[in-house]
């Protein structure tokens, strides 16, 4: 499901005297089906942007198209709202802290459950949810408290009730914030998975820009709540100067290559590799090793 | 590194020379601690059904050392950190400040004027409406003459780079200068050592960077002992000595070099391998001899540059 995003600027607290221009004529669009990242540092708009994507907040000027329906502050009804939700769903940062519900079925099933869906349609949901964020589905589990939970877990568990809603678009605020090695990995590769088999659509809120650098097919960057850069990871993340005009540093993989090459070393086709180990480990051994291996050779002819 | 690396405002590169390290500061004999019920336990602990959080901790700091305390989420860190300035007590065991036993009761004021403590939230430990007044608070708190108190506020606001803020409310300052006057407010009290609980989880990229260059600065040019715990490995890769504790307890210990050397294990650890670990391993593995303490992008192109030379030597003398 696309998203589009016409001259959007949102001011909070329009007229008053503490008011604050949040996004200032922002453009851009994210393709169906592809992994977005908003990057930008603390109060550079991120969060005010992506409150767009399901209509919690609504354009001050200019317009927001998920999947041709038209969010603006003028033309939005509730039941367009409505649609709207159902169709975006929106991971808060720390999501767990939402948790509430006495069991972990309970709280899977409140979305669903303000639909109005038949109780054996909620069971299915709930049982598909959590079968996409890898947690078990047996009625044991079920009626557990999520406060028993793991970190990792009652985040997946928090994720599970937004996945319930079936949305088509998920955006998610930090999703790996506070988590430790294994419940990243977890988080990561359910994200992965609802991107291949259900074709999500997916927006994604970080820090962390070794995470975006993995995770996403185009970044948006943001810096006082105007789009300063966007493109693919590889290509962004070469940008060193406007990288660090937002307040924020390339992921360490970048950093090395370009640092790498202003110490005058042949980083070959790692200039260009995409900002994984498995791509520019290849690319770097070949860069800096090729002379060395040619000479071998010859060594050994001699 | 002889040319300035280009990047960070302020960027760390390898230690040039051993600090020279003092007394003990900080020792820790067979600790043991349990949360007291389970409510005022962290959640983490309570999946881990009431362990003790740390179970039997023997450690020694020595002044002017600089530690990593790693661990994921759960290991018992925090817990150490917050022994360490008697904000807990051993359960059984003893924590000891420069000789000052933290089971002592008369003996806390002293401890916590040796040992500052700054979290991961500096909005939980600013009480003023002004910079300079908040660096000042626990100075006057403690009733020291209004000169020393102006004298040593100015100090510490300029050693974490505030000067030109000390008139304007926190509010106003980024999250990283918060973090910084919170780190004045510790320093202003002349402590022997400041414990870092997971310094930069709340910061932005670059502020991040600065936060860490500061920590290194403040050990570097005034001895002052560093305890930073974190769950980073990367963060951990310029400390004198890395600590990893693992359901309360430590499982790892010594230097960047020898703690990273085995980076499989520390993945079955729970810890996050950093890209550039993992970018080492892939090189090893096609035969490229990346060390696996190479975890900065200054260390690393600094070994890029160690395996250029040397493959040019190679190419150069064969060539004779």
């Given at each position: 499901?696309?998203?589009v995003?016409?001259?959007?600027?949102?001011i909070y607290?329009?007229?008053?005297?503490?008011?604050?221009?949040?996004?200032?004529?922002?453009?851009?669009?994210?393709?169906?089906?592809?992994?977005?990242?908003?990057?930008g540092?603390?109060?550079?708009?991120?969060s005010?942007?992506?409150?767009?994507?399901?209509?919690?907040?609504?354009?001050t000027?200019?317009?927001?198209?998920?999947?041709?329906?038209?969010?603006?502050?003028?033309?939005?009804?509730?039941?367009h709202?409505l649609?709207?939700?159902?169709?975006?769903?929106?991971?808060f940062?720390f999501?767990?802290?939402?948790?509430?519900?006495?069991?972990?079925?309970?709280?899977v099933?409140?979305g669903?459950?303000?639909?109005?869906?038949?109780?054996?349609v909620?069971k299915?949901?709930?049982?598909?949810a959590?079968?996409a964020?890898?947690?078990p589905?047996?009625?044991?589990?079920?009626a557990?408290?999520?406060?028993?939970l793991?970190?990792g877990?009652?985040?997946?568990?928090?994720?599970?009730?937004?996945?319930?809603?079936?949305p088509?678009?998920l955006?998610?605020?930090?999703?790996?914030?506070?988590?430790?090695?294994?419940?990243?990995?977890?988080?990561?590769?359910?994200?992965?998975?609802?991107?291949?088999?259900?074709?999500?659509t997916l927006?994604?809120?970080?820090?962390?820009?070794?995470?975006?650098?993995?995770?996403a097919?185009?970044?948006?960057a943001?810096?006082?709540g105007?789009?300063?850069?966007s493109?693919?990871?590889?290509?962004?993340?070469?940008?060193?100067?406007?990288i660090?005009a937002?307040?924020?540093?390339?992921?360490?993989?970048?950093q090395?290559?370009a640092?790498a090459?202003?110490?005058?070393?042949?980083?070959?086709a790692a200039?260009?590799a995409?900002?994984?180990?498995?791509?520019l480990?290849?690319?770097?051994?070949a860069?800096?090793?090729?002379?060395h291996?040619?000479?071998?050779?010859n060594g050994?002819?001699? | 590194?002889?040319t300035?690396?280009?990047?960070?405002?302020?960027?760390?590169?390898?230690p040039?020379?051993?600090?020279?390290?003092?007394?003990?500061?900080?020792?820790l004999?067979?600790?043991?601690?349990?949360?007291?019920?389970?409510?005022n336990?962290?959640?983490?602990?309570?999946?881990?059904?009431?362990a003790?959080?740390?179970a039997?901790?023997t450690?020694?700091?020595?002044?002017?050392e600089?530690?990593?305390?790693l661990g994921h989420?759960g290991s018992?860190?925090?817990?150490?950190?917050?022994?360490?300035?008697?904000?807990?007590l051993p359960t059984?065991?003893h924590?000891?400040?420069?000789?000052h036993?933290?089971?002592?009761?008369?003996e806390?004021?002293?401890?916590?004027?040796?040992?500052?403590?700054?979290f991961?939230d500096?909005?939980?430990?600013?009480?003023?409406?002004?910079?300079?007044?908040?660096?000042?608070w626990?100075?006057?708190?403690?009733?020291?003459?209004?000169?020393?108190?102006?004298?040593?506020a100015?100090?510490?606001?300029?050693?974490?780079?505030?000067?030109?803020?000390?008139?304007?409310?926190?509010?106003?300052?980024?999250?990283?200068?918060?973090?910084?006057l919170?780190?004045?407010?510790?320093?202003a009290?002349?402590?022997?050592c400041?414990?870092?609980?997971e310094?930069?989880?709340?910061?932005?990229?670059?502020?991040?960077?600065?936060?860490?260059?500061l920590?290194h600065?403040?050990?570097?040019?005034?001895g002052?002992?560093?305890i930073?715990?974190?769950?980073?490995?990367?963060e951990?890769?310029?400390?004198?000595?890395?600590?990893?504790?693992?359901?309360?307890?430590?499982?790892?210990?010594?230097?960047?070099?020898?703690?990273?050397?085995?980076?499989?294990?520390l993945?079955?650890?729970?810890?996050?391998?950093?890209?550039?670990?993992?970018?080492?391993?892939?090189l090893?593995?096609?035969?490229?001899?990346?060390?696996?303490?190479?975890?900065?992008?200054?260390?690393?192109?600094?070994?890029?540059e160690?395996?250029?030379?040397?493959?040019r030597?190679?190419?150069?003398?064969?060539?004779?």
């Amino acid at each position: 499901m696309s998203i589009v995003v016409e001259h959007l600027s949102y001011i909070y607290n329009l007229g008053a005297p503490q008011e604050h221009v949040a996004l200032r004529d922002v453009s851009l669009t994210i393709p169906d089906g592809v992994c977005a990242a908003i990057i930008g540092v603390t109060g550079s708009g991120k969060s005010t942007l992506t409150q767009h994507f399901n209509g919690l907040l609504l354009p001050t000027s200019g317009r927001v198209i998920v999947d041709g329906l038209d969010v603006t502050a003028k033309t939005t009804r509730p039941e367009h709202l409505l649609e709207l939700r159902r169709r975006v769903g929106l991971l808060f940062q720390f999501p767990e802290a939402q948790l509430f519900a006495p069991t972990i079925a309970d709280d899977v099933a409140f979305g669903p459950r303000q639909l109005r869906l038949k109780d054996k349609v909620v069971k299915e949901r709930v049982r598909w949810a959590l079968n996409a964020v890898a947690l078990p589905t047996d009625t044991e589990f079920l009626a557990r408290s999520p406060f028993a939970l793991s970190g990792g877990q009652r985040r997946r568990v928090a994720l599970a009730g937004v996945l319930a809603m079936r949305p088509l678009t998920l955006a998610l605020d930090e999703p790996s914030a506070g988590l430790d090695a294994e419940a990243r990995e977890e988080i990561y590769a359910c994200l992965d998975d609802l991107r291949a088999r259900e074709g999500v659509t997916l927006v994604i809120v970080s820090h962390d820009m070794s995470e975006v650098a993995h995770l996403a097919d185009v970044i948006f960057a943001l810096a006082g709540g105007e789009l300063k850069l966007s493109g693919p990871p590889e290509e962004v993340f070469k940008r060193t100067d406007e990288i660090l005009a937002c307040g924020l540093l390339p992921p360490p993989l970048a950093q090395t290559v370009a640092l790498a090459r202003e110490h005058g070393l042949n980083v070959g086709a790692a200039s260009d590799a995409p900002l994984t180990p498995d791509a520019l480990a290849p690319a770097l051994a070949a860069s800096l090793g090729a002379e060395h291996a040619e000479y071998g050779l010859n060594g050994h002819r001699t | 590194m002889t040319t300035q690396p280009p990047l960070v405002a302020q960027s760390i590169g390898a230690p040039e020379h051993a600090p020279t390290l003092g007394e003990v500061a900080l020792h820790l004999e067979n600790v043991v601690y349990r949360y007291p019920s389970i409510t005022n336990a962290p959640t983490s602990l309570l999946a881990a059904k009431i362990a003790p959080a740390l179970a039997g901790v023997t450690l020694d700091v020595r002044r002017g050392e600089y530690v990593a305390l790693l661990g994921h989420n759960g290991s018992g860190k925090s817990t150490l950190a917050r022994l360490l300035n008697a904000l807990l007590l051993p359960t059984s065991g003893h924590v000891y400040v420069l000789g000052h036993n933290t089971a002592d009761r008369s003996e806390h004021r002293a401890i916590r004027d040796l040992v500052g403590m700054i979290f991961s939230d500096p909005d939980n430990q600013i009480v003023a409406t002004i910079v300079e007044d908040d660096v000042a608070w626990g100075l006057a708190a403690r009733g020291y003459p209004l000169a020393q108190v102006h004298a040593r506020a100015e100090a510490a606001i300029n050693a974490v780079g505030l000067s030109a803020h000390k008139r304007r409310a926190p509010n106003e300052l980024s999250g990283g200068q918060r973090q910084r006057l919170a780190i004045a407010g510790v320093l202003a009290l002349e402590p022997v050592c400041l414990i870092a609980d997971e310094p930069t989880a709340l910061l932005d990229p670059q502020a991040r960077v600065e936060m860490l260059g500061l920590l290194h600065t403040l050990n570097r040019e005034r001895g002052l002992t560093i305890i930073h715990v974190t769950h980073l490995l990367e963060e951990a890769a310029l400390a004198d000595r890395i600590v990893i504790l693992e359901r309360g307890r430590i499982v790892r210990e010594g230097t960047p070099t020898e703690v990273f050397a085995d980076l499989e294990s520390l993945r079955s650890l729970k810890l996050i391998i950093p890209e550039l670990g993992v970018l080492g391993e892939r090189l090893r593995a096609l035969g490229v001899d990346i060390p696996p303490d190479a975890l900065t992008p200054q260390l690393f192109v600094a070994a890029l540059e160690r395996l250029e030379g040397h493959y040019r030597q190679t190419q150069h003398g064969g060539a004779q």
